[in-house]
């Protein structure tokens, strides 16, 4: 047989899109029952693992697939369509990922990365800290040096996935730091940890996200440090700050856009023509409405990957503006979306639990964006920032 006519015959090796739709279709499956129960939801963790989207970014030479912002971000919007929680825990955990593949050194990647490609290691985010807050650039807690061996004893007070990951990437103070900012990332694997539930998870929404406190203790060799000692200010500003904006927003993309998709089939549908009348100027524009903000975000997601991609200094005035912008316009137009949505098609469709239009959970989760990581605390930021762009370069 020819090489054309194999090429014919075999399926064609599925992309990250697919591969996406193959969790998306498990998380939706079970998503209704996880946020009842605010449990996590591990039939979708179990698919990321066995679909090696768990190694997206884990170069190919690393066993992994090797793939892109791109692909995580159109991953991300495709499972969150689906569920919003399982969205984020795969977008959090591809950042996490790309702060090892671009940072670690030649011994954690060698151990580690080919663990994450295999789907054996799932990583969980540990940045927040009782008392800073969500404040990224700083940490409490100090590392302290024993033996050779880094001594960790974190209190981490919201920790999404901690009680299911297998390795945890921690902000903590430098030994001997003398200021706050003087912060280090190692990764621990949970087996070098003695992780203890610290609270329970009770969220309005993200409820599968099972984002419970943890206090995290043990001992790591000196290698488990990502980058320098001291250094995570330029791993958040090249990988932490961008891939969480990136992330985070087309994970609530997906949502907004998945509940626009559930409206307008119920619209097209026939009991639908029956109760709408979808030539009420009222309701054609407010889902007009929608589908701007959809496309407005969908824009600036897809410019502000192309910068991050570009771009030879992340952490310039005009790149951090541009991806600020992206997450506060992201969480505000977002949550919007979903607001419309539900003026749209009102109480019974739009309010209930069990309506199949799913617009009261993702109004419960996409509440959430404004508050990961604060729009207030970036507004903030960005006002210094504008005023270290005087001229308004927008290129
Ligand atoms: C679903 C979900 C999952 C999460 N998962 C994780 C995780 O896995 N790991 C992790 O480490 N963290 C996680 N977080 C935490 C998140 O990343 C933020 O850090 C956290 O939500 C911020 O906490 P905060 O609102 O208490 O604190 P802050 O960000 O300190 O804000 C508290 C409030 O104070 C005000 N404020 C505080 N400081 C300023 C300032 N300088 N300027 C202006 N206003 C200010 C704001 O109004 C803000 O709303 C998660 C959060 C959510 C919602």
Known sequence: MSDAAAALTEPAPAGPTALAGRVAAVAAEHAARHDQEASFPVEALAELRATGLLGLLVPAGHGGLGGDVTDLLDAAIRIGRADMSVAMIFAMHCQQVAAVVGHAGPQLRAELLPEIAAGRVYLASVTTEAGKGGHLRTAQAG??????????????????????????????????????????????????????????????????????????????????????????????????????????????????????????????????????????????????????????VHALLRQTAQRVAEADDLSRPRNQLLLNTLKITAAEQCHAVVEDLIDAVGLQHGYLKDSPTGLERALRDLRSAALNYSNDRLRLADGRLALLDPEVRLA
């Open 143 to 296: 590392l302290e040096v024993s033996d050779g061996d880094l001594v960790v004893d974190r209190f981490a007070p919201i920790v999404t996935g901690g009680a299911h990951a297998d390795g945890f990437l921690v902000t903590m103070l430098r030994p001997g730091a003398g200021s706050p900012n003087q912060v280090s990332l190692v990764y621990a694997h949970r087996d070098q940890l003695t992780v203890t539930a610290s609270g329970d998870w009770q969220p309005m929404g993200m409820r599968a996200s099972h984002s419970a406190p943890l206090r995290l203790e043990g001992r790591l060799p000196g290698h488990q440090v990502v980058g320098e000692h001291g250094g995570f200010g330029r791993i958040a500003a090249e990988v932490f700050g961008p891939l969480a904006h990136l992330g985070w927003s087309a994970s609530w993309l997906g949502t907004a856009s998945g509940a626009l998709s559930g409206v307008l089939t119920l619209l097209r549908s026939k009991d639908g023509r029956q109760r709408f009348n979808l030539d009420s100027e009222l309701l054609l524009s407010r889902l007009g409405s929608a589908r701007q903000r959809v496309d407005a």
